[in-house]
């Protein structure tokens, strides 16, 4: 029901932003670390990927953990703290202070002002 309401609003050209666990629940998979890092259905707004929140370098293992179950095609998004990444579609493009992390078959790092998509990772 929240998923078709904020999809209405975007339909619209409305804008949406989440952080922390509001990034985490936009994507097609969330990540419950209350619940021992269960991985279970997020609104679905972002197609293929889930929201590592709190980024850091030393997260590589817990992303590529999340990723287990899920499609070949998925990406962890691993935002680090003032920083994110606006979605256009299935492009990303990288914004504030630290470069974000794309964790998918690879890994690779998106540096601020620049953008990819989604499905090359």
């Given amino acids: ?6 999809g209405e609003v975007l339909d619209r050209g409305g804008v949406v932003m989440g ?12 990540w419950l670390p209350d619940r ?8 679905g707004l972002v197609p293929g990927c889930l929201v590592l929140p709190h980024w ?4 590589s293992e817990q992303a590529a953990t999340m990723r287990r179950g899920l499609s070949d095609a998925a990406v962890v998004l691993g935002l680090p703290e003032q920083s994110g990444v606006l979605v256009d579609g299935a492009a990303v493009t990288a914004v504030g ?13 998106l540096q601020p002002g ?8």
């Fill in 1 to 6: 029901r929240m998923g078709r309401a904020v």
């Fill in 19 to 30: 952080a922390s666990a509001g990034a985490m629940v936009l994507c097609e998979h969330t």
């Fill in 36 to 43: 021992g890092g269960e991985v279970v259905p997020g609104l």
């Fill in 56 to 59: 850091t370098e030393g997260r």
């Fill in 97 to 109: 202070h630290g470069a974000t992390a794309l964790v998918g078959a690879g890994r690779r790092l």
């Fill in 114 to 121: 620049t953008s990819a998509a989604l499905a090359e990772s």
